[in-house]
Nanobody
Framework: QVQLVESGGGLVQAGGSLRLSCAAS????????MGWFRQASGKEREFIAS????????YYPDSMKGRFTISRDNAKNTEYLKMNSLKPEDTAVYYC????????????WGQGTQVTVSS
């Protein structure tokens, strides 16, 4: 069973940076895709980025290209989200998630980590 645990959230001033981590276990299939999402209070969940657990390219929707970078460290079983030039509107709960393949829904989610950006 896949389990995901986020960490690294907290309070940061506008213009600052954070790196979120997602510790993963149970990723038995090399086809797994890892993703990051966020959800601000009162708003819909928003997709940020994804990366295959094994060989493959990162993916960002056009709206997310630029300030966020997804990466992985297979030896540490960890996925990362590097966030630069943070803005107050980036304040949200950030979630990591996984899906078995590109043809599947994201079916395992972490508990979320709060990121708050002050002005």
């Amino acid at each position: 069973q896949v389990q995901l645990v986020e960490s690294g959230g907290g309070l940061v001033q506008a213009g600052g940076s954070l790196r979120l981590s997602c510790a993963a276990s149970g990723l038995t299939f090399s086809t797994y895709i890892m993703g990051w999402f966020r959800q601000a209070s009162g708003k819909e969940r928003e997709f940020i980025a994804s990366v295959p657990w094994s060989a493959g390219n990162t993916y960002y929707p056009d709206s997310m290209k630029g300030r966020f970078t997804i990466s992985r460290d297979n030896a540490k079983n960890t996925e990362y989200l590097k966030m630069n030039s943070l803005k107050p509107e980036d304040t949200a709960v950030y979630y990591c998630a996984s899906r078995p393949s590109y043809y599947s829904d994201y079916d395992v989610w972490g508990q979320g980590t709060q990121v708050t950006v002050s002005s």
